[in-house]
């Protein structure tokens, strides 16, 4: 049911959400699709870094996979619990969505996917207020992941996750909402998820 809540806003930028099932052979082919998003609420060893080098945008929210993406260290920390805000480290960034300094994600405490070793080319979004870990940040295509290697498309680390979605402040969703824009390469469209999209922009498969 929680994800039902974020494929419903994914679907509100403008994009058509095609599901698989974790259980699927993987990689799921990805023929025709403008990304990949993976939720959350996935058991890791299923998808470990078999998305690795996908040509296409990857957008992730299961912290589990990155040290096999090789965008963070071997044992860093995938969830956080106790949260109810996020700090903007680089208001600058498009996923800022405008927005600076701690921002309220939740009205009570919720667990956020996080990372507190991520590695390469990292451009830096927020951090958790309690423990100061990442937990939204993005990678350029052509940035060098942790072994040095170039990213063949942007790659993303949201923060959403099953017990964050149905009760997340409209800044919150501004967040994840640019994430899902910047990491597609939306970035400078306006696209209200207020109102109804005129246009879609692809194919994501999750």
């Known amino acids: 049911a929680e994800d039902e809540i974020i494929k419903a806003r994914i679907e509100r930028l403008g994009f058509v959400l095609e599901p698989h099932?974790?259980?699927e052979a993987q990689p799921v082919n990805i023929a025709g699709a403008a990304g990949v998003y993976?939720?959350?609420t996935i058991s890791s060893g299923n998808v470990v870094g078999l998305y690795k080098n996908i040509p296409i945008p990857f957008i992730t929210a299961e912290t589990y996979i990155?040290?096999?993406?090789?965008l963070a260290a071997d044992n860093h920390k995938h969830d956080i619990a106790g949260q109810t805000s996020v700090v903007i480290v680089n208001p600058k960034h498009q996923m800022a969505a405008g927005l600076n300094g701690e921002i309220k994600i939740a009205p009570s405490d919720v667990w956020i996917?996080?990372?507190c070793a991520p590695g390469g080319d990292v451009q830096i979004v927020a951090k958790s207020k309690v423990t100061d870990c990442?937990?939204?940040a993005g990678y350029e295509k052509g940035a060098k992941d942790m072994a040095g290697n170039a990213l063949p498309a942007r790659r993303?680390?949201?923060?959403i996750s099953r017990n964050s979605a149905p009760i997340m402040t409209d800044e919150g969703w501004r967040?994840?909402?640019n994430s899902i824009l910047w990491g597609m390469g939306r970035e400078k469209a306006a696209v209200s998820p207020e109102g109804s999209a005129a246009i879609t922009w692809g194919t994501l498969k999750y």
């Open 66 to 70: 990155l040290d096999e993406m090789q």
């Open 21 to 23: 099932s974790q259980n």
């Open 175 to 177: 967040l994840f909402d």
């Open 156 to 159: 993303v680390i949201t923060f």
């Open 134 to 136: 990442v937990c939204l």
């Open 113 to 115: 996917m996080a990372t």
């Open 38 to 40: 993976i939720f959350e």
